[in-house]
């Protein structure tokens, strides 16, 4: 499941993303507090960000600003002014895109979705809880061991990512491999499933996949 910072001081609006989000399948999370953004982001590790621009102790573009002196988290720029400047600069300053208050929840959540599978479609990079993804190295790192992952395990190991928190069908996993041009049968995606809990464990992740029987998969 992908996980989702709301960073906005306007406590209904923050409310009310937070449950549009999480009806929609995020693990939707707030801060009330604008003092310790960079520490919050930090602890928090979310796959994306929801950034106001009107913030009472920082302005959100000077959050932007340090965020991206240390991270390619995505973020999405939140604002009620309507100044082509304010979207110049989020952009120029590495926001990922920008929206204006009262925004349409269905465009919001297509610009949320556009942007994971992007990442996804160009190998950038993403987090499993402490670690780091690298889908154009197909490596996943902790920070000081490196785990390489072959093609398929790569795509098998995304396809759950992207759907952390759901159970995966193993339908859905030979759909996806075949989607790759990875013609592979019911026995190598068995063996490409054992390959990639041996390589989670090898770098503390024993138990990742759990297997639900007559299900499928999911990545805990």
């Not at 609006?13 to 989000?21: D, P, V």
């Not at 809990?197 to 639900?212: C, M, Q, S, V």
Request: no cysteine; net charge negative.
């Amino acid at each position: 499941m992908k996980k989702i910072l709301i960073i906005e001081d306007d406590e209904a609006i923050r409310s009310e993303l937070q449950k549009l989000l999480t009806n929609s399948g995020y693990e939707a999370q707030i801060t009330d507090t604008f003092s310790n953004v960079k520490e919050q982001i930090e602890k928090i590790k979310p796959d994306l960000i929801l950034l106001d621009i009107n913030l009472p102790e920082l302005n959100g573009e000077v959050i932007l600003k340090e965020i991206r002196k240390e991270s390619d988290i995505p973020v999405v720029m939140v604002t009620s002014r309507t100044s082509e400047v304010d979207e110049v600069l989020s952009m120029s300053y590495g926001a990922d895109d920008y929206i204006t208050k009262p925004y349409n929840p269905t465009i919001l959540l297509l610009r949320i979705q556009n942007i994971f599978k992007r990442m996804t479609r160009t190998g950038e990079r993403q987090m499993y809880n402490d670690l780091e993804v690298n889908f154009s190295k197909s490596t996943i790192s902790d920070g000081q061991t490196e785990i390489r992952l072959t093609k398929n395990e790569m795509i098998v190991f995304s396809f759950l990512l992207t759907n952390r928190g759901k159970i995966v069908t193993r339908d859905d996993l030979m759909t996806d491999l075949w989607n790759n041009d990875e013609y592979i049968n019911d026995n190598a995606l068995t063996v490409n499933i054992s390959r990639l809990r041996n390589k989670l464990a090898e770098i503390g992740y024993e138990g990742a996949i759990e297997t639900r029987k007559g299900q499928g998969y999911i990545l805990l």
